[in-house]
């Protein structure tokens, strides 16, 4: 029997959605977009403003759809409380600068997403916070790097595009036991496989654009936690504005209600062509936790249900390999994104990594040569022959 009630698959649908009177008896959820709320009494408009009681006052701070893709992404993770923003990007820097002050320190990891990264290199010393990027895979490095004390470790699992696994349960005993916040970035494993405060962190982000929404269509992001902190970094980001558009949330909302399906193809797929891959005499190198070969794989094996709808392989040939190959597949996107539908290809300098120069790259341990692909949820056989014929096309 599952533990779980409702399972994942139930909350994909009906999370947030319970109440049947949304309007006029209609089924689906409204769009609401209106940007203020009215009351005729003066009374209930100031407990309403003040949280005494249910309501909206200004779609900057709060708004009925919006407020049901966060009530859905909250029951999927398992938390208390959610607040959403107008991007994954949105989320992470928002969290970050609400937990963060002058003088304080932050430790995470080298190949975090580049945008990530590039707050961790650019923007936070701007502000006198103290950065310490450890390599992602040496707990034991990380582990001391926390010891001498930080206000928020930083995690990212599994890392894009790289597909490193991190060990959360054992990384966020150690941020707590210096008092620290664990942030992790489950973006790329999503609910249906991750549920990272099970396993210890204070606050789980996404960005929704992926894999919740699912059919690159709408920008989004999310954090989850504990009510009291949650409502610290809602604070900030209704008073820095970034938030999320009623329109993309009801299409996240829309996407969702397919996400336990997607993942599970995506999953399945992924998992095919990793191996198809790694046997292929054309390919030097393929990342995805799910094979026995990969050097986190026994931490995916505990930590996750399933392994994911990404992985990045390199072909042989370096960077002239990728530019012969990705143009000849036929079912992929050559596009800077990844979780939808359709497959999704492109190498990190165009995708995951555009925003930092090709040393940085090098430093984060990311070949140039390396090409992420995001499984979609196309028939496994078709996408397999495809990876095919565009690898007959490499000349060495």
């Known amino acids: ?48 403003a003040l ?43 928002n969290t970050l600068f609400t937990l963060l002050s002058p003088g304080e320190r932050v430790v995470s990891v080298k190949d975090t997403y580049g945008g990530t990264n590039q707050i961790f290199l650019e923007f936070l010393p701007r502000f006198q916070i103290d950065v310490r990027l450890c390599d992602t895979t040496d707990h034991e490095a990380i582990e001391a790097e926390v010891a001498k004390g930080c206000r928020v470790l930083y995690l990212e699992t599994p890392t894009n595009p790289t ?4 060990d959360l349960a054992r990384l966020s005993q ?21 549920n990272p405060l099970a396993l210890g962190a204070d606050l789980v982000l996404h960005s929704a654009t992926k894999f919740l929404g699912g059919h690159a269509d709408a920008l989004g992001g999310v954090a989850c936690g504990p009510a009291e902190l949650v409502h610290q970094i809602y604070h900030f980001r209704e008073i820095n504005g970034a938030v999320l558009d009623p329109m ?43 094979l026995e070969s990969h050097q986190n ?20 040939g370096g960077f002239e390999a990728v530019r012969a190959l990705l143009p000849h597949l036929r079912y992929a996107h050559a596009a800077a994104n990844l979780g939808a539908v359709e497959t999704v290809v492109g190498p990190p300098a165009t995708t995951s990594h555009v925003e930092v120069s090709r040393e940085q790259r090098a430093m ?33």
């Open 51 to 93: 949280a005494k009681r249910p309501g909206h006052i200004y779609s900057r701070n709060t708004n009925p759809t919006v407020a049901a893709f966060e009530e859905k992404v909250r029951r999927l993770e398992g938390a208390e409380a959610a607040v959403s923003f107008g991007s994954g990007m949105a989320a992470i820097s």
């Open 364 to 396: 984060m341990g990311i070949p140039e040569a390396l090409i992420r692909y995001s499984a979609g949820i196309e028939d496994s056989d078709d996408l397999i022959a495809d990876l095919e014929q565009a690898l007959g096309r490499v000349q060495l």
């Open 248 to 290: 993309a949330a009801y299409l996240l909302l829309r996407g969702m209600k397919t996400l336990h399906l997607r993942i599970r193809q995506q999953n399945e797929n992924a998992l095919r062509i990793a191996r198809f891959l790694e046997a292929h005499p054309l390919v030097e190198q393929v990342l995805y936790p799910g």
């Open 297 to 316: 794989h026994h931490i995916a094996v505990r930590q996750m249900r399933g392994f994911g709808g990404v992985l990045s392989f390199a072909p042989k």
């Open 1 to 48: 029997m599952n533990k779980q009630y409702p399972a994942m698959g139930t909350l994909s649908v009906w999370g947030g959605e319970e109440n049947k009177d949304f309007w006029q008896r209609s089924t689906q959820l409204p769009v609401v977009h209106s940007v203020s709320f009215g009351y005729q009494d003066v009374d209930e408009w100031l407990e309403v």
């Open 163 to 166: 597909l490193k696994v991190i």
């Open 174 to 194: 150690a941020g707590h036991a210096v008092g620290a916040m664990v942030v992790v970035d489950n973006t790329f494993a999503t609910p249906i496989n991750t």
